[in-house]
Antibody
Framework: EVQLVQSGAEVKKPGESLKIFCKGS????????IGWVRQMPGKGLEWMGI????????RYSPSFQGQVTISADKSISTAYLHWSSLKASDTAIYYC???????????WGQGTLVTVSS | QSALTQPASVPGSPGQSITISCTGS?????????VSWYQQYPGKAPKLMIY???HRPSGVSDRFSGSKSGNTASLTISGLQAEDEADYYC???????????FGTGTKVTVL
């Protein structure tokens, strides 16, 4: 069974760093790209970027380029989303999802709620 | 890149058919064969309903269908049921780049 399991909810202060993870199982992790999607409270889905776990090639939305870093460790079938300095506006649910083809996500993680507050 | 434009809400009665539009440009939907649609219940992760404009994943009801004309993609739900009440998002690649974009989202309400 294909599963993407994400790390648990986080509460952080502005300026702190954070790395959340997305662990894949039930399939060959290096076969499909992984994407990250943000959903701010009460708002819609936003495409942040994608990574090819096979070679760590990444593509970022201009809105998120320089704000976050997407990485992956194929040896442990895990993708990451990292912030070096969080802002209150980073408060959101972050989803990872498997990208089996062009522009679609077939399996999704359960989401990680990140709350940034002083 | 700007989000694709969807109506904020679409109401419907049980048994009725409704259509949700997703309007972009020649740079995304108009130039793409890779439009997908997602259903999201409150507090839950999105679920893929349609991919590659009009293909249904295994397990998705055939009451859901997708199409595209010009710069607008559409999701049609036939025989509307109470369980279809959810948010729906379209998604497309941007053909002039390696980027992708979601629609603004539509809340389907079953009256």
């Amino acid at each position: 069974e294909v599963q993407l399991v994400q790390s648990g909810a986080e509460v952080k202060k502005p300026g702190e760093s954070l790395k959340i993870f997305c662990k894949g199982s039930g399939y060959r992790f290096t076969t499909y790209w992984i994407g990250w999607v943000r959903q701010m409270p009460g708002k819609g889905l936003e495409w942040m970027g994608i990574i090819d776990p096979a070679d760590s090639e990444t593509r970022y939305s201009p809105s998120f380029q320089g704000q976050v870093t997407i990485s992956a460790d194929k040896s442990i079938s895990t993708a990451y989303l990292h912030w070096s300095s969080l802002k209150a506006s980073d408060t959101a649910i972050y989803y990872c999802a498997r990208r089996p083809g062009e522009s679609n996500f077939d399996y999704w993680g359960q989401g990680t709620l990140v709350t940034v507050s002083s | 890149q700007s989000a694709l434009t969807q109506p904020a809400s679409v109401p419907g009665s049980p048994g009725q058919s409704i259509t949700i539009s997703c309007t972009g440009s020649s740079s995304d939907i108009g130039g793409s064969n890779y439009v997908s649609w997602y259903q999201q219940y409150p507090g839950k992760a999105p679920k893929l309903m349609i991919y590659d404009v009009n293909h249904r994943p295994s397990g998705v009801s055939d009451r859901f269908s997708g199409s595209k004309s010009g710069n607008t993609a559409s999701l049609t739900i036939s025989g509307l049921q109470a369980e279809d009440e959810a948010d729906y998002y379209c998604f497309s690649d941007i053909s002039s780049s390696t980027l992708e974009v979601f629609g603004t989202g539509t809340k389907v309400t079953v009256l």
